[in-house]
């Protein structure tokens, strides 16, 4: 379980950089912009409208984006256009010591470069512990002609997994497959009031020429049938469409009411796709066992997938419990060759999986890093390392 | 002008690691294969042959893949499957201290992770300098349905530029788009006794289904007329597309057939699309005032292009005049915001470059890295920084 709040561990200044909210150097040519600390993800996409232009990357929330960068963010969308790993071209922070570094250089965009040591990849998901990002160059992407989403529901969990990997390996150039359990179903029918199938079901989304996307939708829906899949829908317009995908939207929501006035932690394994059935049966039957609430939702494309626990803060045997499955539910990952964490970071509370993660010989090198860059531990201090 | 043989600039020892030729961990259905130091990309794809997947990162020679991650190598497909840097998942590392180091841990392989410091990020383009690759983890794509290559002249460079900007802009997922100079055409016109028109060209190639394919070709050929462009002609089958890229794949050879006996040295700027037309024309123009023989080849998409000189070795004079020309030719690109450097790295060549493009806080942030890491400069020193 992550505990990524920004708060300072031993005491100590937090700096908030939400007023730098300037959106500047939009080259809609070079699909290219730069964003204060404080721009978030709808801001900025609000600043594109009428340029035919967006940026993809969408963890849920309306984070920052160089919060974004600072954690690594992912989200629905990664499957195509990737993580915020891929979309950063350039990145400003100020250094431990005060100065201002152009991680590859002042202003800055080519599409790659190989010059230099990979500063912008350094810090993107260094979590504030090698500076403040105040500044992030980012790519833009077009906005598709058109776009369907589409609804779908399976007998089991491997058969919607199945599915994922023949879309995958079929080429086809998916923007959103999304797996919800049927925990996590009958939570959005009772929270948004819906009656969609109580099963394992994937949410999907296509981009592309009216063409393509009709082409993607039928070559999908074939693969989702010979696989069992039911109860196939799809929308088109924007209304539908976000009828469709209200109850993937409201996921989070949906499993607190599952348990009115309590608590929400979230997992963030992430596991190679053939191992993926297993690790989510294993966890299932985990959570039973535990005894504990926790609806299952998956960028299952990524292979990430995350336990919705939802839990009573004042009950401190129950969040211990909850810790000790959050440990085994990373360890499982761990024992596939996955990750404790796709796309929310180490933060305090996954250090010792980050050790098990990596081994003392990576966590040496990282530690070399952090001392080069911060000598006097000054950013983020206890975070991570 | 980059002189990236692996030789040691001050004498020491040069480890030959082409008997590391194992592929192992081979994954199809999670798209992942490791790969020894000395496997090379042919190899590899040949390798693959069957799963119907493939490893699109093809910098044109037969390069070996860890030495093609030691220099964040790309090519002619990045503009669809990215550079080295999005398709490497880990990295086994020989450390100069003699630690063998997992940049992402032992065995791991998910497609995504937030976990500590990216060091697989660090170590791709780190040019050896750190440490040796001695394994890498990658990320394969699937062989796709159909493919379609083309071919189309253009008035100018210009329209030859904003046709590829314009189909980026349309969001069509090209899987190449290369652009020949009228003087490049003209050398492989005599190299391979082709008749292509004498004019700035672009090569493109389209991946995806039967259908995709064929909406892919309709619209970018209404896209590139639209923009003058003549003698459109496109292939199919293998063969056919075999004779239509040979221009392009022989373009380092044809370009040295222009001065037999003479030895060939490739520039590599990358800059923002939208000002890749004046970056062409302004070295076209000082390559005519420098007397140089030059032509020009680019991974336009990108906004990376090559200038493939062809020098007498004996002749200093000639020598300086062309270095002379390479450092305009970075500077040019640094002017618009590119980098000295899109796919070959810095190497010696490049290290006051390297310094004017990133300044004195990214070198210095660099060189506190290669600190922290390799206290004693054992690894390739005197190169990059």
């Known amino acids: 379980m992550v505990d990524s709040a920004p708060h300072p561990s031993k005491g100590g200044v937090c700096v908030n950089l939400t007023k730098m909210d300037q959106i500047s150097e939009l080259n809609p040519e070079d699909f290219t912009v730069a964003v204060e600390a404080g721009v978030t993800r709808k801001a900025l996409n609000k600043y594109l409208r009428g340029n035919g232009l967006w940026f993809p990357v969408d963890p849920g929330a309306d984070a920052s984006l160089c919060g974004m960068v600072a954690t690594a963010a992912s989200g629905t969308n990664a499957v195509r256009y990737g993580t915020m790993r891929q979309n950063v071209l350039n990145l400003q922070v100020v250094l431990p010591d005060g100065r201002i570094l152009h991680t590859a250089g002042q202003s800055r965009r080519p599409r790659k470069s190989a010059a230099g040591y990979h500063l912008t990849g350094l810090f993107v998901g260094s979590e504030g512990t090698l500076g403040f990002i105040t500044q992030a160059t980012l790519r833009l992407h077009g906005i598709p002609e058109a776009t369907v989403a589409a609804i779908c529901a399976f007998p089991n969990i491997r058969a919607a997994v199945d599915s994922t990997v023949q879309v995958l390996q079929a080429g086809l150039p998916i923007a959103r497959i999304e797996f919800l359990d049927e925990v996590m179903m009958g939570a959005c029918n009772r929270y948004s009031g819906l009656s969609y199938a109580e099963l394992p079901t994937l949410f999907l989304e296509f981009h592309g020429s009216q063409q ?57 394994v992430c596991v190679p796709l053939s191992r993926l059935p297993e690790v989510l049966l294993e966890t299932k039957k985990d959570l039973l066992d535990s005894n504990l609430t926790g609806p299952l939702v998956g960028h299952v494309g990524d292979g990430n997938f995350h336990c919705l626990l939802v839990l009573d803060p004042e009950d401190v045997e129950e969040k211990e419990r909850a810790a000790e499955f959050a440990k085994r539910l990373g360890r499982r990952a761990l024992a596939v060759g996955g990750t404790c964490t796709g796309e929310h970071g180490i933060g305090l509370g996954k250090r010792q999986l980050l050790r098990e993660e990596v081994g003392e010989v990576a966590l040496s090198t990282m530690r070399q890093i952090k001392m080069a860059l911060d000598p006097k531990n000054l950013m983020n201090p206890g975070k991570v390392l």
């Open 212 to 268: 393509s996307v009709e082409e993607q939708v039928g070559a999908t829906e074939a693969i989702l049938q010979s696989n069992g899949g039911s109860d196939f829908a799809w929308a088109r317009e924007p209304e539908a469409r976000g009828q469709l995908w209200a109850a993937r939207h409201n996921a989070w929501y949906a499993a607190l009411a599952l348990r009115p006035g309590k608590k929400g932690y979230s997992t963030d």
